[in-house]
């Protein structure tokens, strides 16, 4: 196959094509650009007239064409000003600042605009404080322990919630604080439905979202994983997994990536906020392998003398479980708490693992699996 290659032939300067210019027609909507414009008369200001504009001043403003105009009534920069012209009154919308920008150069005062903010409607008025004598009725339900408030939103909805004897399925309704709150039958099964999970966290999973190319511990609730001795398993009506119980399931707590041992889950926020509430007092109980040497008053910082990024910890108690084995029960839980106390009293971690969360223990759940929350138990 072979290929030819054109080339263009050089214009040819003697072609009369070659010689004309290319023909441009006008817009005959537009102006003659080869003559000078006409004379613009000035409006009418009150009684007399204004002076028609000379050339010179036609000459004079085309030569500043190029110039960026900025004033609300048309003039340069440097022309004289004109009469005051008052201030602009309110439109439909509320706005009594120029429409484009408000600012000093368009003829607008700073901060005048807003003094009168009860005849502007451009500003609400500031909203008053929550009065604490008539909360809202789904904090209430959740300060009572009836469930969590996004439970509760979902019961009042459901209209399963009255209140003095009456339904309320408004949401954010306000009740006074002796009101009497009942739920429903309904809401109570709704209630028993939902589940929450002991899982044994290994080394290499992260409590909640994925991060880091760490799979989330949640992925590890499979009915492959489920611990085959689960007493509810063997219940006269055992608990069958459902796929629903991973709607809404999520950490009451957070365990290390690089710590095992016990990791709750639920979908019930009363125990969420039991555990993980600000005003929470359960116990979490560590077997913490340890390396390096601890004396009688370090030992006694770690119970109660030490400070984690300026704020004072709550009270522990630490001991020696074994040789190379420290016993840590805690009431709260900072992120890498117990690391940070034992780098600041010369300690490494080797290894950290939960056996215990308040009066639920890990007992002989294997790692990597999981078991339901049996109803006698309670943290």
């Known amino acids: 196959m072979t290929t030819i290659k054109l080339t263009k032939k050089p214009a040819d300067s003697t072609s009369p094509r070659a010689s004309k210019a290319p023909v441009r027609r006008t817009d005959p909507s537009k102006r003659d650009r080869t003559v000078a414009p006409k004379p613009i008369a000035r409006a009418q200001v009150g009684h007399t007239e204004e002076p028609i504009e000379t050339q010179s001043h036609i000459e004079n403003t085309q030569s500043k064409a190029s110039q960026r105009n900025h004033r609300y009534d ?54 008053l404080p929550s009065n604490p004598d008539f909360p809202r009725l789904s904090k209430r339900m959740a300060e009572l322990g009836f469930c969590s408030r996004r439970e509760a939103d979902e019961w009042i909805t459901n209209g399963w919630v009255k209140v003095d004897g009456r339904i309320v399925d408004e949401l954010g309704s306000r009740v006074a604080m002796n009101a009497k709150i009942e739920v429903s039958k309904d809401a109570e099964k709704h209630q028993s439905e939902i589940v929450t999970i002991i899982l044994n966290k290994p080394i290499g999973y992260v409590s909640g979202q994925a991060e880091d190319g760490y799979d989330p511990a949640i992925l590890l609730i499979h009915p492959d994983n489920q611990w085959k001795d689960d007493p509810l398993l063997h219940h006269a009506q055992p608990r069958e997994f459902q796929r629903g119980f991973l709607k809404g399931l999520a950490p009451a707590g957070r365990l290390d990536i690089d710590s095992t ?55 522990a108690k630490v001991s020696w479980q074994n040789e190379d084995q420290l016993r840590f029960v805690l009431r709260e839980g ?17 290894g950290l693992k939960r056996i215990r969360i ?22």
């Open 358 to 379: 308040g009066s639920v223990t890990l007992g002989k759940l294997p790692m990597g699996e999981w078991r339901y929350l049996r109803p006698e138990e309670k943290f």
């Open 261 to 315: 041992g016990l990791l709750v889950l639920t979908q019930d926020g009363r125990v969420a906020r039991h555990l993980i509430g600000e005003d929470s007092t359960v116990e979490k109980e560590y077997l913490v392998r340890v390396e390096g040497d601890l004396s009688y008053n370090n030992l006694d910082l770690l119970n109660e003398g030490l400070s984690l990024d300026g704020v004072k910890l709550k009270p």
């Open 334 to 350: 900072r992120k890498r708490q117990i690391r940070r106390m034992c780098e600041l009293v010369g300690l490494k971690v080797l």
């Open 74 to 127: 048309g003039r340069l920069r440097d022309e004289a000003p004109r009469p005051q012209q008052a201030r602009p009154t309110l439109d439909d919308t509320g706005r009594d600042t120029p429409r484009r920008g408000g600012k000093m150069r368009d003829g607008f005062e700073v901060g005048d605009f807003n003094n009168d903010r009860a005849s502007n409607p451009m500003f609400a008025p500031k909203p």
